[in-house]
């Protein structure tokens, strides 16, 4: 049995393929937006080193992708898990509480979003680059 245009249509299914995996990526990105930005919010204010250190990487991983988001200085680990300092702007754990909270519905929200993102043709390119790929140079050494 021959069906016509089959060429074609695995061209279509690999193209989807590679397409939804992107659009999962953006998918993914979004929601590294969404932590960094209330994460922002929370984080301790002294001289804004710590929050300009805030990044979102895009993603990696061809059939699997992953986002990495974080602050890149030194000192964030003990800024973070010191629980009873005093910070008259934000406070502790300023990333792991927003990622705690956004837990909730995690699953749903990312797949709502890829196959939104699928449908309309949107993927990790068109996404706008909304905070640092990666620490800034400045924070790096702090």
Do not use: C
């Amino acid at each position: 049995m021959s069906v016509t245009g089959d060429k074609e249509i695995l061209q279509n299914l690999k193209r989807a393929g590679v397409g939804i995996v992107d659009a999962l990526g953006a998918a993914l990105m979004k929601e590294g937006y969404a932590v960094w930005a209330e994460g922002a919010k929370r984080t301790p204010v002294d001289g804004g080193i710590l929050i300009r250190s805030w990044y979102v990487a895009p993603p990696t991983g061809a059939r699997n992708p992953e986002v990495e988001l974080g602050v890149g200085t030194k000192y964030a680990l003990p800024v973070h898990e010191v629980l009873d300092a005093f910070h008259p702007v934000g406070g502790p754990r300023f990333i792991s509480s927003v990622v705690d909270e956004r837990r909730a519905g995690y699953v749903k929200r990312i797949s709502d979003w890829a196959w939104d993102f699928f449908r309309r043709g949107v993927g990790v390119a068109t996404i706008p680059k909304l905070a640092p790929e990666k620490p800034s140079s400045e924070s790096e050494g702090v």
